[in-house]
């Protein structure tokens, strides 16, 4: 089960520090998600 979730606390912090260029990338692929496992 936890192999099928993100890490949303890395997700969260590299969403913070990228914004707004992370709100594009995850509209354009929300499969970039996935990296954070």
């Known amino acids: 089960m936890l192999a099928d979730n ?3 606390t ?3 912090v590299w969403f913070i520090e990228n914004y707004p ?3 594009k ?3 354009d692929n ?3 998600q ?3 496992k």
């Open 10 to 12: 890395s997700f969260m």
């Open 30 to 32: 929300p499969d970039y």
């Open 34 to 36: 996935w990296k954070f």
């Open 25 to 27: 990338i995850m509209k």
């Open 6 to 8: 993100i890490d949303v």
């Open 21 to 23: 260029n992370s709100l």
